[in-house]
């Protein structure tokens, strides 16, 4: 059975940092593409940040460029979304989602349509 479990969201201050982290079993990490999305009240769910299988690239809503890192550690099965500088307009449920392997390299990895196993989403609210 396939669990992502994601882990670290709450509440914090513009300015503050968040790190998020999502716990993957029941599958074999190395060969899944892994995003971070969020959805906002009454907004549709947006891509915050995609890394590739191997680690070695990693993709970023405009959004948050310069401010949120996602990494991986393969011996964990965690995936990490690094959160500074936290703005108001953040605030949102964060999930956590895998898409099969190629998904990077194709540009996949942009749709939410394309990610096959989701975490239930941790909520981060940030206050002006």
């Known amino acids: 059975q396939v669990q992502l479990v994601e882990s670290g969201g709450g509440l914090v201050q513009a300015g503050g940092s968040l790190r998020l982290s999502c716990a993957i079993s029941?599958?074999?990490?190395?060969?899944?593409?892994m995003g971070w999305f969020r959805q906002a009240s009454g907004k549709e769910r947006e891509l915050v940040a995609a890394?590739?299988?191997?680690?070695?690239?990693?993709d970023y809503a405009d959004s948050v460029k310069g401010r949120f890192t996602i990494s991986r550690e393969k011996g964990a099965n965690t995936v990490y979304l690094q959160m500074n500088s936290l703005k108001p307009e953040d605030t949102a449920v964060y999930y956590c989602?895998?898409?099969?392997?190629?998904?990077?390299?194709?540009?996949?990895?942009?749709?939410?349509?394309?990610?096959?196993?989701w975490g239930q989403g941790t909520r981060v609210t940030v206050s002006s």
């Open positions: 989602a895998a898409a099969p392997l190629g998904a990077y390299e194709s540009g996949r990895y942009y749709k939410a349509e394309n990610y096959i196993y």
């Open positions: 890394i590739k299988s191997s680690g070695e690239r990693s």
């Open positions: 029941g599958l074999t990490f190395s060969f899944w593409t």
